[in-house]
C-alpha cells in the first residue's frame, strides 16, 4: 500500500486534533500507516509504533511531521505494553491477528484516556479468505462489537479494493468517552 492510500484510508475529521495527543499503532510494521496518522496529529503529538520485527521498525523516522514516533519491539497480544494513558490505538492490518478480539479491545481500555479512539483498518469479510488473515472482522461485525464494549460513536470512513481476496479494506474510527 502506498502512504497516499494509507493516508486516505485514515483520514478523518472525527479525531480531536486541536491539541497534542498520544497514540499507539499496534502492529506498526514499516510505518505506513504510523506515518499516515502522524500526518493527522497536532504537532508535539507522539505515536508508540510497536511491532515484533525490529528490522520493520528500523524503517520508521523518531520524528514525522513534528509528531515524535517511539518504536518498540513487543508483542502486542502478549506482552505488557510501553505506555500509559493514551488518547487511541490505531490497528491497521492488525485486529484480524486477535483471536478473542472482545476480550483483547476490553484490555486496551486500561491503557486509554476518558476520551479515546480506536481507529482500524481492517477486511471487510467475518470469513478468513488468505492464511495471514486468520479472524478478519468485517464493519458490520466491528460496529456491534464496539457498540457491545461502550463506544458512543462509530464511523466508516474510507474503502478501498483489496489487493488479496475478495473482500474491500475498510476503515473505521470509534469514540468512547467514559464516565469518572
Known sequence: M?????????????????????????GAGSGTFTLALAGLLQPGSTIYAIDTNKDALKAIPAVYNQVKIETHVVNFLDDELPFQQINGFLMANSLHYVLNQTAFLEKMSQYVTKTSYLLIVEYDTDRPQVPWVPYPLSYNSLRNLVERLGYQSFFKLQEQPSRYGQANLYSALAVRNSVG
Open 2 to 26: 502506498t502512504s497516499a492510500q494509507a493516508s486516505d484510508l485514515l483520514r478523518n475529521n472525527y479525531i480531536e486534533t486541536g491539541s497534542k495527543t498520544s497514540w499507539a499503532d499496534l
